[in-house]
Nanobody, 116 residues
Framework: QVQLVESGGGLVQPGGSLRLSCAAS????????MGWYRQAPGKERELVAG???????NSAESVKGRFTISRDYAKNTVFLQMNSLKPEDTAVYYC??????????WGQGTQVIVSS
């Protein structure tokens, strides 16, 4: 079984920054992709950003230029640096990973609130 443990959420003013972390633990043979999704109240869960094992990344148009995803391969950890935060970024952020041999796994979620 793989566990994804997130940290770094909280309350921040518009224009501020937060850094989310997600560490994968367990008997993992390998990690294919790691990423972040978010779900705002009344909305569907959406992809924020993802990173593949080779280092390629993708991100939602709404966060391009503001959010950066990165990964520490040695520590099986993925980060999401969020800058210039907007109220519409308010959501529960979930870590996602596709690992071998477990397949897809989700973290428990961390709340991000952007408000003055």
């Amino acid at each position: 079984q793989v566990q994804l443990v997130e940290s770094g959420g909280g309350l921040v003013q518009p224009g501020g920054s937060l850094r989310l972390s997600c560490a994968a633990s367990g008997t993992i043979w390998g990690i294919n992709t790691m990423g972040w999704y978010r779900q705002a109240p009344g909305k569907e869960r959406e992809l924020v950003a993802g990173i593949i094992s080779g280092g390629g990344t993708n991100s939602a148009e709404s966060v391009k230029g503001r959010f950066t995803i990165s990964r520490d391969y040695a520590k099986n950890t993925v980060f999401l640096q969020m800058n210039s935060l907007k109220p519409e970024d308010t959501a529960v952020y979930y870590c996602n990973a596709h690992t071998r041999p477990y397949g897809e796994s989700w973290g428990q979620g961390t709340q991000v609130i952007v408000s003055s």
